[in-house]
């Protein structure tokens, strides 16, 4: 990793907490992980690679913060879609579920007539594609097999965010 992606997480840890009042020492915590996650270990291909790089992440927080290991529960997400005041707060899966679904009900009568089936990965995709539209200049390159559900999702986000989408189509 580089300077870059130290500054990133700075300026990460700064965008979330810079208008929220009375943010606990377990809310920040959480958040720094949580950034830490977003910026290092989603880049990881392998999944030994993302589990060897978690867990330095919690003996390191653990260690530096004398924090209680319960902190440090996964899920751990982030979102402004819970909040009126759109701040980034930590979310519960079930409550930001339920949230996604009332959407994804809206989307589908107004946007575009396709079902997803929201699990837990589903979520997950959706807060990283979340907080990677919200940064300046954010920008997503999807990778997978066709037909994964990159498309549908990624329109389905940037709806929520009153983003417009534009594909390039390549051909010969």
């Known amino acids: 990793y580089s300077p870059r992606e130290l500054t990133r997480w700075k300026v ?3 965008e979330a907490i810079k208008n929220v009042e009375g943010m606990t020492e377990e809310n920040i915590i959480r958040l720094l ?3 830490a996650l977003r910026i290092f270990v989603d880049r990881l291909v392998f999944t030994e690679e993302r589990e060897w790089s978690e867990e330095q ?3 390191s927080v653990l260690q530096e913060f004398s924090c209680n290991k319960d902190i440090l529960r996964r899920p751990i997400l982030f979102s402004c879609y ?3 005041d759109s701040h980034y707060v930590s979310v ?3 409550q930001l579920r339920a949230f996604v679904q009332e959407k994804l009900r809206v989307f589908y009568e107004e946007e575009l007539a ?3 089936v929201i699990f837990d990965e589903v979520l997950d995709h959706i807060v990283r594609m979340d907080r990677v539209l919200r940064q300046p200049l954010g920008h997503l390159l999807l990778v997978g097999a066709s037909g994964a559900g990159k498309t549908v999702l990624s329109k389905f986000v940037s709806w929520m965010n009153g983003l417009t989408v534009y594909m390039l189509k390549v051909g010969r």
Request: a negative charge; proline letters at 0%; glycine letters at 0%.
């Open 12 to 14: 990460a840890l700064h």
């Open 33 to 35: 992980v949580h950034e």
């Open 57 to 59: 992440l919690d003996s």
């Open 82 to 84: 819970l909040n009126q």
């Open 92 to 94: 519960e899966r079930e």
């Open 114 to 116: 396709v079902h997803l």
